[in-house]
């Protein structure tokens, strides 16, 4: 059973960084494409930042240069380090492992990001 689970969320100030993890099982971790989405109430689901398995990255426009995505293949977990954040980074945070070959795309539950005052 594959699974998903993502951590670190919490209400931070604008400007503050969190580091959100997300630790799989029942996956061959390495040969999957990782993820971050996030979805701020009332919008659609929105690529954050993707890692290859030869640790390409890609980030969103409106968090390159504050957000990086690690990958640790031993430790079969994927992190998310947000600096400088801003209240429009506020959202659900959800972790994706894909894998195109064999069509498979799982989901985490997600984790909860607020950036207030």
């Known amino acids: 059973q594959v699974q998903l689970v993502e951590s670190g969320g919490a209400l931070v100030q604008p400007g503050g960084s969190l580091r959100l993890s997300c630790a799989t099982s029942g996956l061959m971790f390495r040969l999957y494409t990782m993820g971050w989405y996030r979805q701020a109430p009332d919008k659609e689901r929105e690529l954050v930042a993707t890692?290859?398995?030869?640790?390409?990255?890609n980030y969103g426009a409106s968090v390159a240069g504050r957000f990086t995505i690690h990958r640790d293949d031993v430790k079969n977990t994927v992190y998310l380090q947000m600096n400088s954040l801003k209240p429009e980074d506020t959202g659900v945070y959800y972790c994706?492992?894909?894998?195109?070959?064999?069509?498979?795309?799982?989901w985490g539950q997600g984790t909860q990001v607020t950036v207030s005052s």
């Open positions: 994706n492992a894909r894998q195109g070959v064999i069509n498979h795309n799982f």
């Open positions: 890692i290859t398995t030869d640790g390409d990255t």
